[in-house]
């Protein structure tokens, strides 16, 4: 079965420093999300991205934070300048349709020190 | 605010049993409602959906019910496994975005 892939699995970076987080969603889906997860928190919006640009963002996708399609295959998510409350898993998404289920997945663990 | 929560934090239940997890939901205008299970180190993982025209819809072994006059959601799970134990999402797809309610951790005690 088809699966978004997030690389890397697990990320540290010391405060202020950029990082970017890839992701290969499904390959026919048209419709990429990033959420992330605070430790023992629920799994919040960040950004929806369809036909090249953002379709949607929360608060929390201020301008520290960018996405981009930079090919066929892949989404990053980049945050220019790491802050400590950063660190949490983010989760890529990706689906079909913009009322479809969205398929996640397994995270990158980002930790800022 | 959130528009989508869980009533239980935490949900114990002897393997072999039935499991039934709750959701309540506040907006009213939602059409279309998934859960998700998520084990630990890994991301959410689609079990079931069911749109607003619908108050029932089964699966492999899960039940899911909607009951709009009351905005309540939930997951029944047929004769729980250890391999069920993981923390229970519900979400509702409401203007295009996804949202996630806090979760229930179900643990299947042998």
């Known amino acids: 079965e088809p699966e978004v892939t997030q690389t890397p699995s697990h990320q540290v970076t010391q405060m202020g420093q950029e990082v970017i987080l890839r992701c290969v969603p499904i390959?026919?889906?048209?419709?990429f999300y990033w959420y992330r997860q605070i430790l023992g928190q629920k799994v919040e919006f960040l950004v929806s991205?369809?036909?090249?640009?953002?379709?949607?963002k929360s608060e929390i996708f201020d301008d520290q934070f960018s996405v981009e399609r930079p090919d066929g295959s892949n989404f990053t998510l980049k945050i220019r300048s790491t802050k400590l409350e950063d660190s949490a898993m983010y989760f890529c998404a990706s689906s079909q349709a913009n009322n479809s289920p969205l398929h996640f997945g397994n995270g990158t663990r980002l930790t800022v020190t | 605010g959130e528009s989508v929560g869980l009533h239980l934090p935490t949900l114990s239940v002897q393997e072999g049993d039935n499991s039934i997890i709750n959701c309540a939901y506040s907006?009213?205008?939602?059409?279309?409602f998934i859960w998700y299970k998520q084990e630990s180190g890994k991301g959410p993982q689609f079990i079931i959906d069911?749109?607003?025209?619908?108050d029932k819809r089964q699966g492999q072994r899960v039940t899911v019910l909607l009951n709009k006059t009351v905005k309540h959601l939930s997951l029944q799970i047929a004769a729980t496994q250890p391999g069920d134990s993981a923390v229970y999402f519900c979400a509702e797809i409401n203007d295009y975005k996804l949202s996630f309610g806090a979760g229930t951790t179900v643990t299947v005690r042998a």
């Open positions: 390959s026919n889906h048209l419709y």
């Open positions: 907006n009213s205008a939602s059409d279309y």
């Open positions: 991205f369809y036909n090249n640009e953002i379709s949607e």
């Open positions: 069911i749109r607003s025209n619908m």
